[in-house]
């Protein structure tokens, strides 16, 4: 599966950006998409997930980023509104070709294809 995103950019508090990630593949209905983010000097985090019919946010970005998936496009894309300086880092596309049960798809280790990453700086 291959992945990339766009989408990224500068822009200010309070504003928005819309993210998109465009994957290969014939089967992408099954797969589960995530995003995750980056910020400098630290771990690659969780920030929403798309498990079906279910949509899932870390709670840093709950109530202003909305994750929804386009099934026909192959896409994914995430809407982020009232973006804060802490919200600056580098967002990346993650999609696992299986949905287990026991995952709740929040981890970096149970994704395994991720696209190159698109910045996103948010000015104060």
């Known amino acids: 599966v291959q992945l990339a995103e766009s989408g990224g950019g500068l822009v200010q508090a309070g504003g928005s950006l819309r993210l998109a990630c465009g994957a290969s593949g014939s089967t992408f209905s099954n797969y589960v998409m995530g995003w995750f983010r980056q910020a400098a000097g630290k771990e690659r985090e969780f920030v929403a997930t798309a498990l079906g019919g279910i949509t899932v946010y870390a709670d840093s970005v709950k109530g202003r980023f909305t994750l929804s998936r386009d099934n026909t496009k192959n896409t994914v894309v995430l809407q982020m509104n009232s973006l804060k300086p802490e919200d600056t880092a580098v967002y990346y596309c993650?999609?696992?070709?299986?949905?287990?049960?026991?995952?709740?798809?929040?981890?970096?280790?149970?994704?395994?294809?991720w696209g190159q990453g698109t910045q996103v700086t948010v000015s104060s």
């Open positions: 993650a999609a696992a070709e299986r949905w287990y049960s026991s995952r709740n798809y929040r981890n970096t280790n149970e994704y395994n294809n």
